[in-house]
């Protein structure tokens, strides 16, 4: 039964391929999209098949058990809401759609492998097959405003995802040089025995760094806004959401590595967390193109998330994961409604949103509570995954770093409402009602709902949550 | 769970208020037509009233335990739960927010114009979470309903609002986030302490001096911006101004309300200690705000604004009463909260009803009104009497027990206070004088008629509480007298000798 352990990766694998011969014909974008939405509809249902799945491959660099089933079938989620609503792909041009989704499917797949890896170099290997097809999908944006600013925002995103590589794998290779192993089940009682040493801790903040960038955290963060506004909103969707469930389940299973001699790592964290609180609230304050707001935002948001990692607890990690996943819905939610309001593919500005609650009031509802919840106000997903952070920041001792985040909350509702507000100001009447296709409506409706029930209702999930994390520590 | 007395009236009355506008508001989706609309929610909003009016007779006034109550829970990881009651002090507020729910749907009747359904729905969406807050005993769930209701309300500000409504909307949903954003790190604070969120199990706990002294600042800072108490009050003007008359009913009325019914809650008995420490502060606190309240409103000439800054004043009064700390002034500040929430309610009403025939809510341009519309100035004229507290009317009974209390405890405090009732008959009396014998200056009013069988539906009832209140207002104050006895007993009764006297030292 060793192919059940494999067969989410599998699916994608062998869907990889298929598209790789479909991007070799002359196939148009709506049958590659037609192979790849398939593709990744089998795949969530493949997911949630082997989510009870437990066990190890490949001489052990590879281990399946609740937690990476777990992400594995959230990631996958992901990808098909997100293929759901970029129907029409806007930004693209036809004839690189069959290869855009190639590369969307191995991003996924690389992500897919990531959670599993439990030795360096796998690791390795899984997040650089994610991040170089990411790298990819962001030039393939058609060039309708001539200035070429999906080069300019490709070419940084690879100059700062290789230095993050670099730093990585520098980092990577003082872990193997201090223990001589690459295996993490190894690795791990090693490590704890030299805490005390500043390599020690160098290597595993070196390694973390590599993720950070993934999950946008300070000061790995210099690529999010450029990269948002230069790639097709579709792309940015995808950016901005699922890898940094990957991201933040990686650290996950890395910052337990740390304990229990780790406070050096905790005052690291705890000093990043803020930082990009405070950096990616305040910077959001000011923006004017929504994509890059969002991109600040997510910044802010990462800095939240690491307030679960720094408590080094199994209920700071479970609310770190609770939290990711509620980001990852309101983020799809809110640039559900981007793509759609985007009449062609456009980037779009805050002010771009006025009256769309006459324009669409199912695309106005949606973005108001996607902002809502991201600002953290209940009864929305935002509100439950803060509260339960701050808990268990609190119940971990970092009192002041709660109250700064508290604080930012605060800080943060302004740029939100700012959208919530344009969107229910009276606009011009001119403009067009916008064409939201039935299966559209179907996903923003259950994103709206999926973000309030992970609001009221999280007991479940933070139950699921929990039992994963239990499987890693 | 020995503070809590379970239903036993056979179904479970409280979240049948609770859930009734919720399903209200969720079937209202699918109902089209304006007209249809409002019928619906009038419907849904008489059907709540009418259930909650038993609260009223089964109600137990000889236990200060929490009544009705029901328990289920919700979020076993971090021992949340579902847990409702009601006490001498949240009774009155929610039959009082019950009641006046029907009258806003009413007073929007012809004042809403386009999207009445989505009015409608927020409408709805405000009454669960009011009636939520009033009868939360736990704390996360009152949290979020307190923070959820900032969204419907937002919207009713932001979407039906008047010329400056995003400056408003705006102001007001900062201003109340960032207030109680530290109200939930406090929250957390006392779970971590005592591992509970329930209300009432963490009341009269030991906890430490500083402790209670940082507990009770972030308490105070979110309640305060939302009673509001000078010097947090400039939110409450703006939103006044712009919001929709049934938007400015709700924040004059129940909104308020929250703020010093958080006061008496939480500040009191989970945190006496530092309660009796920061009295001093407050009594002045709210005596700047009832003078201050005064004289702004003295100087308006937006009659929504007037009434605005009257707000303040009286809201002042309330918690002067609160912070007397003792029966009179307690039972007094309870009775003026209701008072306040049904004159000033209905005075919100009266210009709405102005600004319906005119469209505009300058006094100015009011002036003489009288001539042309003599039920209007009759209704107006009673409640502004009941405003400035004249005899015979609610206002009175309840200023009157306040400054009781407050000359029981501190006659500096309460002499300072007297003014600001001084200062109420002179800007309402103001006011009336120009409506209702005013020379008209630059439109003719002529054509202007008086008011239609339905606005006299919604201001009648609220005349009604005026004198009866006002008369006799027994039935009211003896629902409440064990539970203000028993949280007295829960401020007095951990206290030394030693706070009191630092109370004493701070004012002469």
Same mark, same amino acid.
């Given at each position: 039964?060793?192919?059940?352990?494999?067969?989410?990766?599998?699916?994608?694998?062998?869907?990889?391929?298929?598209?790789?011969?479909?991007?070799?014909?002359?196939?148009?974008?709506?049958?590659?999209?037609?192979?790849?939405?398939?593709?990744?509809?089998?795949?969530?249902?493949?997911?949630?098949?082997?989510?009870?799945?437990?066990?190890?491959?490949?001489?052990?660099?590879?281990?399946?058990?609740?937690?990476?089933?777990?992400?594995?079938?959230?990631?996958?989620?992901?990808?098909?809401?997100?293929?759901?609503?970029?129907?029409?792909?806007?930004?693209?041009?036809?004839?690189?759609?069959?290869?855009?989704?190639?590369?969307?499917?191995?991003?996924?797949?690389?992500?897919?492998?990531?959670?599993?890896?439990?030795?360096?170099?796998?690791?390795?290997?899984?997040?650089?097959?994610?991040?170089?097809?990411?790298?990819?999908?962001?030039?393939?944006?058609?060039?309708?405003?001539?200035?070429?600013?999906?080069?300019?925002?490709?070419?940084?995103?690879?100059?700062?995802?290789?230095?993050?590589?670099?730093?990585?794998?520098?980092?990577?290779?003082?872990?193997?040089?201090?223990?001589?192993?690459?295996?993490?089940?190894?690795?791990?009682?090693?490590?704890?025995?030299?805490?005390?040493?500043?390599?020690?801790?160098?290597?595993?903040?070196?390694?973390?760094?590599?993720?950070?960038?993934?999950?946008?955290?300070?000061?790995?963060?210099?690529?999010?806004?450029?990269?948002?506004?230069?790639?097709?909103?579709?792309?940015?969707?995808?950016?901005?959401?699922?890898?940094?469930?990957?991201?933040?389940?990686?650290?996950?299973?890395?910052?337990?590595?740390?304990?229990?001699?780790?406070?050096?790592?905790?005052?690291?964290?705890?000093?990043?967390?803020?930082?990009?609180?405070?950096?990616?609230?305040?910077?959001?304050?000011?923006?004017?193109?929504?994509?890059?707001?969002?991109?600040?935002?997510?910044?802010?948001?990462?800095?939240?998330?690491?307030?679960?990692?720094?408590?080094?607890?199994?209920?700071?990690?479970?609310?770190?994961?609770?939290?990711?996943?509620?980001?990852?819905?309101?983020?799809?939610?809110?640039?559900?409604?981007?793509?759609?309001?985007?009449?062609?593919?456009?980037?779009?500005?805050?002010?771009?949103?006025?009256?769309?609650?006459?324009?669409?009031?199912?695309?106005?509802?949606?973005?108001?509570?996607?902002?809502?919840?991201?600002?953290?106000?209940?009864?929305?997903?935002?509100?439950?995954?803060?509260?339960?952070?701050?808990?268990?920041?609190?119940?971990?001792?970092?009192?002041?770093?709660?109250?700064?985040?508290?604080?930012?909350?605060?800080?943060?509702?302004?740029?939100?409402?700012?959208?919530?507000?344009?969107?229910?100001?009276?606009?011009?009447?001119?403009?067009?009602?916008?064409?939201?296709?039935?299966?559209?409506?179907?996903?923003?409706?259950?994103?709206?709902?999926?973000?309030?029930?992970?609001?009221?209702?999280?007991?479940?999930?933070?139950?699921?949550?929990?039992?994963?994390?239990?499987?890693?520590? | 769970?020995?503070?809590?007395?379970?239903?036993?009236?056979?179904?479970?009355?409280?979240?049948?208020?609770?859930?009734?506008?919720?399903?209200?508001?969720?079937?209202?989706?699918?109902?089209?037509?304006?007209?249809?609309?409002?019928?619906?929610?009038?419907?849904?909003?008489?059907?709540?009233?009418?259930?909650?009016?038993?609260?009223?007779?089964?109600?137990?006034?000889?236990?200060?335990?929490?009544?009705?109550?029901?328990?289920?829970?919700?979020?076993?990881?971090?021992?949340?739960?579902?847990?409702?009651?009601?006490?001498?002090?949240?009774?009155?507020?929610?039959?009082?927010?019950?009641?006046?729910?029907?009258?806003?749907?009413?007073?929007?009747?012809?004042?809403?114009?386009?999207?009445?359904?989505?009015?409608?729905?927020?409408?709805?969406?405000?009454?669960?979470?009011?009636?939520?807050?009033?009868?939360?005993?736990?704390?996360?769930?009152?949290?979020?309903?307190?923070?959820?209701?900032?969204?419907?309300?937002?919207?009713?500000?932001?979407?039906?609002?008047?010329?400056?409504?995003?400056?408003?909307?705006?102001?007001?949903?900062?201003? =109340? /986030?960032?207030?109680? &954003? *530290?109200?939930?790190?406090?929250?957390? %604070?006392?779970? $971590?302490?005592?591992?509970?969120?329930? +209300?009432?199990?963490?009341?009269?706990?030991?906890?430490?001096?500083?402790?209670?002294?940082?507990?009770?600042?972030?308490?105070?800072?979110?309640?305060?911006?939302?009673?509001?108490?000078?010097?947090?009050?400039?939110?409450?003007?703006?939103?006044?101004?712009?919001?929709?008359?049934?938007?400015?009913?709700?924040?004059?009325?129940?909104?308020?309300?929250?703020?010093?019914?958080?006061?008496?809650?939480?500040?009191?008995?989970?945190?006496?200690?530092?309660?009796?420490?920061?009295?001093?502060?407050?009594?002045?606190?709210?005596?700047?705000?009832?003078?201050?309240?005064?004289?702004?409103?003295?100087?308006?000439?937006?009659?929504?604004?007037?009434?605005?800054?009257?707000?303040?004043?009286?809201?002042?009064?309330? =918690? /002067?009463?609160?912070? &007397? *700390?003792?029966?009179?002034?307690?039972? %007094?500040?309870? $009775?003026?909260?209701?008072?306040?929430? +049904?004159?000033?309610?209905?005075?919100?009403?009266?210009?709405?009803?102005?600004?319906?025939?005119?469209?505009?809510?300058?006094?100015?341009?009011?002036?003489?009104?009288?001539?042309?519309?003599?039920?209007?100035?009759?209704?107006?004229?009673?409640?502004?009497?009941?405003?400035?507290?004249?005899?015979?009317?609610?206002?009175?009974?309840?200023?009157?027990?306040?400054?009781?209390?407050?000359?029981?405890?501190?006659?500096?405090?309460?002499?300072?206070?007297?003014?600001?009732?001084?200062?109420?008959?002179?800007?309402?009396?103001?006011?009336?004088?120009?409506?209702?014998?005013?020379?008209?200056?630059?439109?003719?009013?002529?054509?202007?008629?008086?008011?239609?069988?339905?606005?006299?539906?919604?201001?009648?009832?609220? /005349?009604?509480?005026?004198?009866?209140?006002?008369?006799?207002?027994?039935?009211?104050?003896?629902?409440?007298?064990?539970?203000?006895?028993?949280?007295?007993?829960?401020?007095?009764?951990?206290?030394?000798?030693?706070?009191?006297?630092?109370?004493?030292?701070?004012?002469?």
């Amino acid at each position: 039964m060793k192919l059940m352990l494999f067969a989410p990766e599998l699916v994608l694998l062998l869907g990889s391929l298929v598209l790789f011969l479909v991007s070799t014909g002359k196939v148009g974008g709506q049958k590659a999209r037609a192979v790849t939405l398939s593709l990744a509809l089998v795949n969530v249902l493949v997911c949630l098949v082997c989510l009870r799945q437990e066990g190890s491959l490949f001489f052990d660099a590879y281990r399946i058990d609740f937690f990476s089933q777990l992400i594995k079938l959230i990631i996958s989620a992901g990808f098909a809401v997100v293929l759901l609503f970029s129907s029409e792909l806007k930004g693209i041009d036809d004839e690189v759609r069959p290869e855009y989704y190639l590369f969307l499917t191995l991003s996924t797949l690389g992500l897919v492998m990531l959670v599993s890896s439990v030795e360096l170099l796998t690791m390795f290997i899984a997040l650089e097959l994610s991040s170089y097809s990411l790298y990819l999908l962001v030039p393939m944006r058609d060039d309708r405003t001539g200035l070429r600013m999906q080069m300019e925002s490709a070419i940084k995103y690879i100059l700062f995802g290789v230095v993050a590589t670099g730093v990585m794998l520098f980092g990577m290779s003082y872990l193997f040089g201090l223990t001589g192993t690459t295996y993490l089940v190894d690795l791990l009682p090693r490590l704890h025995q030299m805490m005390s040493s500043p390599a020690a801790l160098i290597a595993i903040a070196m390694v973390l760094g590599g993720f950070f960038f993934k999950l946008a955290v300070f000061p790995f963060h210099s690529w999010v806004p450029d990269v948002y506004q230069g790639a097709s909103n579709e792309t940015t969707a995808f950016i901005a959401s699922v890898p940094k469930v990957a991201a933040v389940a990686m650290l996950i299973r890395l910052t337990a590595m740390a304990t229990p001699e780790g406070q050096a790592i905790v005052t690291l964290l705890i000093v990043l967390s803020v930082c990009s609180m405070f950096y990616g609230n305040l910077v959001a304050l000011v923006q004017t193109d929504i994509k890059r707001m969002l991109g600040f935002s997510g910044i802010a948001h990462a800095g939240y998330v690491l307030l679960g990692l720094v408590t080094m607890q199994e209920v700071g990690y479970a609310a770190s994961l609770y939290y990711i996943v509620g980001y990852l819905i309101m983020n799809l939610a809110g640039f559900l409604v981007i793509c759609k309001v985007s009449e062609q593919g456009e980037n779009l500005s805050v002010d771009d949103l006025t009256g769309l609650h006459a324009r669409s009031p199912l695309l106005a509802l949606t973005l108001a509570v996607s902002m809502f919840a991201m600002a953290g106000i209940p009864p929305f997903v935002g509100f439950m995954g803060k509260f339960m952070l701050l808990t268990g920041a609190y119940k971990a001792g970092h009192l002041p770093l709660v109250i700064l985040a508290a604080i930012n909350t605060a800080i943060s509702i302004y740029y939100y409402l700012s959208v919530v507000r344009v969107t229910y100001s009276a606009g011009s009447e001119d403009r067009p009602a916008v064409v939201v296709g039935g299966v559209a409506k179907a996903v923003s409706v259950v994103l709206v709902l999926v973000i309030i029930a992970m609001g009221l209702l999280p007991d479940q999930l933070l139950q699921l949550a929990t039992e994963a994390v239990r499987a890693v520590l | 769970m020995d503070f809590l007395i379970m239903n036993d009236m056979g179904f479970p009355i409280l979240s049948a208020l609770i859930f009734l506008p919720l399903a209200g508001a969720l079937i209202l989706l699918c109902i089209p037509g304006d007209t249809a609309a409002k019928n619906w929610t009038m419907l849904v909003t008489v059907i709540t009233a009418l259930v909650s009016l038993p609260l009223y007779w089964n109600f137990d006034a000889t236990t200060a335990k929490y009544q009705f109550g029901e328990h289920a829970s919700w979020i076993s990881a971090l021992n949340i739960n579902y847990t409702l009651g009601l006490d001498g002090i949240s009774l009155l507020l929610v039959l009082m927010t019950t009641l006046i729910m029907p009258l806003c749907v009413l007073g929007s009747w012809r004042y809403i114009d386009k999207r009445v359904k989505e009015f409608m729905i927020c409408l709805l969406l405000m009454e669960t979470s009011m009636l939520g807050v009033f009868m939360a005993l736990d704390f996360i769930l009152f949290y979020l309903l307190w923070e959820a209701m900032l969204i419907p309300m937002y919207l009713l500000i932001a979407v039906w609002g008047g010329p400056r409504k995003v400056y408003a909307s705006i102001k007001f949903f900062l201003y =109340t /986030l960032a207030g109680s &954003v *530290l109200l939930l790190v406090a929250i957390i %604070g006392l779970y $971590l302490d005592q591992g509970t969120f329930s +209300i009432p199990a963490l009341m009269g706990q030991d906890y430490s001096t500083t402790f209670q002294i940082v507990v009770f600042l972030a308490f105070f800072l979110a309640f305060a911006i939302k009673v509001p108490m000078f010097p947090f009050h400039t939110w409450l003007p703006a939103a006044h101004v712009e919001a929709p008359t049934a938007g400015s009913v709700l924040l004059a009325s129940i909104l308020l309300k929250m703020g010093t019914y958080g006061f008496l809650r939480f500040c009191l008995p989970i945190t006496p200690e530092a309660t009796l420490a920061f009295v001093p502060y407050i009594l002045w606190l709210s005596v700047i705000g009832i003078l201050y309240g005064g004289f702004t409103a003295l100087a308006q000439q937006d009659m929504k604004k007037l009434i605005a800054y009257s707000s303040v004043g009286h809201m002042g009064f309330v =918690t /002067l009463g609160i912070f &007397v *700390l003792n029966q009179q002034g307690l039972e %007094g500040a309870l $009775l003026q909260m209701i008072n306040h929430g +049904i004159t000033t309610g209905a005075l919100f009403f009266c210009v709405g009803m102005i600004y319906e025939r005119t469209h505009s809510r300058e006094l100015d341009s009011a002036a003489g009104l009288g001539r042309y519309m003599p039920v209007y100035v009759s209704f107006l004229a009673f409640f502004s009497l009941s405003s400035l507290a004249f005899p015979g009317t609610n206002s009175f009974v309840g200023e009157f027990m306040i400054l009781v209390g407050g000359f029981t405890s501190n006659k500096v405090v309460a002499a300072c206070a007297i003014p600001g009732a001084i200062l109420a008959a002179a800007y309402m009396f103001r006011m009336l004088q120009r409506v209702v014998w005013g020379r008209p200056v630059n439109p003719d009013h002529s054509g202007i008629s008086d008011l239609n069988i339905r606005e006299m539906v919604t201001l009648a009832p609220l /005349l009604f509480f005026v004198f009866w209140i006002g008369l006799s207002p027994e039935p009211f104050l003896k629902v409440m007298h064990v539970s203000v006895s028993h949280l007295i007993e829960q401020v007095g009764g951990v206290t030394g000798g030693e706070a009191v006297s630092i109370a004493k030292l701070m004012i002469p």
